[in-house]
Structures are given as structure tokens and as C-alpha cells.
């Protein structure tokens, strides 16, 4: 195909963007990745509905992205349309205790917001650099608390082009993962339950979970957050400390010597490296330990 011509065609469409051979490294939070051959960036609901019926008008995958910080894009890139939702998707409301916002909204300027408004339970997300989408797929955490306990309703569309709605029953929330998983969708909007607190309680809890996380986390150099989920009765990070692999290098892809549980840039990485560097500490934890890590980072795209 010709990605250029195809990409003209959807921009000539909708109100955002379109990429041809995209390189995705610019996309993700760890700075690796091969091209999209459609990098498709929407401004607005409209816009995802188009980009999905031209997905599926020239027979294209379509590969749904957000702020790409919990991502790993191997070097050969992603086939077909790649999806970023954010940017234009970023509108928020509130409503009496309720914080509702599309799915390109970054969590900490949500958290901001909430604050700003005097409502509770966002404190935890202040630090986590992902799109309200991912994180409600993904039910994103920290601190001990998640986005799934809060989340209300749900506004999505499939990649037929159906537009849905899951109220809270509907929905399951799990350890870094939901029911909304594994499904061929796009999150449009969620709605999220606050809590009414005083302005200067939600600031402070804010500004000790960033200082926190500034103590705690490697957020000097490009990574995914942790990249494995916590086994239950264990600490990934300290498990991979245990077999020897805190500091270890593959390329330029290295453990961080902060917290074990992050792979860092250091400059050069590419997929490869860090995919192999995250199949070393599974084969070594699993060994010494018996314990299956499990990644929390999506994966996708091909071999380079």
C-alpha cells in the first residue's frame, strides 16, 4: 500500500492528524519503537468513529494507543492504523461529586482539577503520566489505590463502529486489569465518583505522593513505570534485586539501580533489548524463586 497517499486520503476527513510511517519511539514514554504505517491522531469523538470506518474500509488492524507510558513498541513497528488517543480528546466536566472526562485526559491534570474542585480520590494519579483511557483499561494504581474504584460509567466504541455503555455493575476491576481488556474497543469518556475533602487535604496528600515517587522512581530517564506486577505476598522490584539483576544492562535497556522494578533508557535502547532484558529477569526470578513475573506493560508490534 501506499501509506502516504492512504494517510492524505483520512487527514482529508476528520479535524486530526494522520502519520504515515510514524516512528512510535516519539510516542512512548520509554523512547522506543518501530513506525505505525498509520499513526492516527483524532481531535474528537467524530474523528475515531471516521478513522475506525476507514480502518475498516481498507481491510487495516487497528491498534488503539494512549499516552504510551505503559507500552512497550517493538522495533518493527505496528501494522496497519495505530490509534493515540489524547490531545484533542482531553475535555473534562464536574458535576457535583462526579469527575467526567474524555479518554485522552492525562491523569495528573484530572487529579489537578479535582483538587482545584475540592473532591477526593484522585490523589493517587497525580504522578502517573497515562491518558484516562489506558489507565481505565489497564485500572492504573499507585499507592495502594486504583482508577477502577472509582469509575462509574464508561462511554466506548467498538472497532465496528458500535458505540457502547457499561455502567459500574457491568464492569470488574482487578489487580492492573479489567474486563474491558482483550476487547476490540475504543474508551470515549469516563465517569468517576469523588469524594467532597478540604482543598489543602487533597494538596498535601498530592504533593507527598509526587515527592514520593521523586525519591522512589528513576524519572530522570525514559521508562514504563514498574514493568512487572507485584506477585501476591512479594515486591516484583525486591525479587529482582534477590537474583543479582539490579543494574543489569542489555544494550543500552537497564534495570534501574533506584527501584528493580523500572527498565531504563539509557539512551540507545531499542524493543529488542528491553523485551530481552524483561524475559532474562522472568527466566532468573522464576529459577531462583519459583515465582512467574508478570508483565504489566502491554506489549505489541513486531520483531525488527
Not at 500500500?1 to 483520512?10: D, V
Request: glycine share 12%.
Amino acid at each position: 500500500m501506499n501509506w502516504q497517499e492512504l494517510a492524505q486520503k483520512l487527514e482529508s476527513r476528520i479535524e486530526g492528524r494522520v502519520l504515515a510511517q510514524a516512528p512510535l519511539k516519539n510516542y512512548t514514554t520509554w523512547r522506543v519503537g518501530g513506525p505505525a504505517d498509520l499513526l492516527v491522531i483524532p481531535r474528537n469523538k467524530s474523528d475515531v468513529r471516521e478513522a475506525l470506518g476507514f480502518a475498516r474500509n481498507h481491510c487495516l488492524p487497528v491498534t488503539v494507543i494512549g499516552n504510551g507510558s505503559n507500552l512497550l513498541v517493538l522495533d518493527g513497528g505496528i501494522r496497519g492504523l495505530a490509534l493515540k488517543i489524547g490531545n484533542g480528546l482531553n475535555s473534562l466536566w464536574i458535576k457535583g461529586d462526579y469527575l467526567i472526562a474524555e479518554a485522552g485526559a492525562l491523569l495528573p491534570a484530572l487529579a489537578r482539577q479535582a483538587g482545584k474542585a475540592g473532591l477526593s480520590g484522585m490523589e493517587f494519579a497525580v504522578g502517573i503520566p497515562a491518558t484516562l483511557g489506558g489507565a481505565v483499561v489497564m485500572n492504573a494504581g499507585a499507592f495502594g489505590e486504583d482508577i477502577g474504584s472509582l469509575v462509574r460509567e464508561i462511554e466506548a466504541i467498538r472497532i465496528d463502529g458500535t458505540e457502547i455503555k457499561w455502567r459500574r455493575e457491568e464492569l470488574s476491576f482487578g489487580y492492573r486489569s479489567s474486563n474491558l481488556q482483550g476487547r476490540e474497543l475504543v474508551v470515549l469518556k469516563a465517569k468517576l465518583q469523588l469524594v467532597p475533602a478540604p482543598k489543602e487535604e487533597i494538596n498535601a496528600r498530592m504533593e507527598s505522593n509526587i515527592t514520593s515517587r521523586r525519591m522512589t522512581q528513576p524519572l530522570e530517564l525514559p521508562t514504563a513505570g514498574s514493568v512487572f506486577r507485584n506477585p501476591p505476598g512479594h515486591h516484583a522490584g525486591r525479587l529482582i534485586e534477590a537474583v543479582g539483576l539490579k543494574g543489569y544492562c542489555l544494550g543500552d535497556a537497564q534495570v534501574s539501580m533506584k527501584h528493580a522494578n523500572f527498565i531504563i533508557n539509557r539512551g540507545n535502547a531499542t524493543g529488542r533489548d528491553i523485551r530481552a532484558l524483561i524475559e532474562l529477569i522472568q527466566q532468573r526470578v522464576f529459577q531462583e524463586w519459583g515465582i512467574f513475573l508478570v508483565p504489566e506493560v502491554m506489549i505489541v508490534g513486531e520483531e525488527g
